[in-house]
């Protein structure tokens, strides 16, 4: 089992950004893929982004040129920059990991993940 703590969040004016972490306790030298999802209230959970083991990406049509996953390894840290925020980004934001080959884009259920972070507030006023 992968442990994940996410830190970051944050209240924000429109417009502005956050940068979100996501520090996971092991990164494997199999293939794997992390996520990004986030939870608005009386919603599904939402992929945001997500990034695998060849750091292949994987951005929702919703923050595609607005926010930006990566990496490093070095430190167990996944980061989630997140630009020109809207009041819709509003949300608790959750990393999750789980095994996986190929495109990312296959693994933006939150079904497919077991292994999940407890989540960080990111709240964005008009």
């Known amino acids: 089992q992968v442990q994940l703590v996410e830190s970051g969040g944050g209240s924000v004016q429109a417009g502005g950004s956050l940068r979100l972490s996501c520090v996971v306790s092991?990164?494997?030298?199999?293939?794997?893929?992390v996520t990004w999802f986030r939870r608005t209230p009386g919603k599904d959970l939402e992929g945001v982004a997500a990034?695998?083991?060849?750091?292949?990406?994987w951005l929702a049509a919703s923050v595609k040129g607005r926010f930006t996953i990566s990496k490093d390894n070095a430190k167990n840290t996944l980061t989630l920059q997140m630009d020109s925020l809207k009041p819709e980004d509003t949300a608790r934001y959750f990393c999750a990991a789980r095994e996986g080959r190929g495109n990312p884009a296959l693994y933006t259920n939150p079904a497919q993940y077991t292994d999940w972070g407890q989540g960080t507030q990111v709240t964005v006023s008009s």
């Open positions: 092991r990164f494997t030298d199999s293939s794997e893929c």
């Open positions: 990034i695998n083991t060849y750091d292949s990406t």
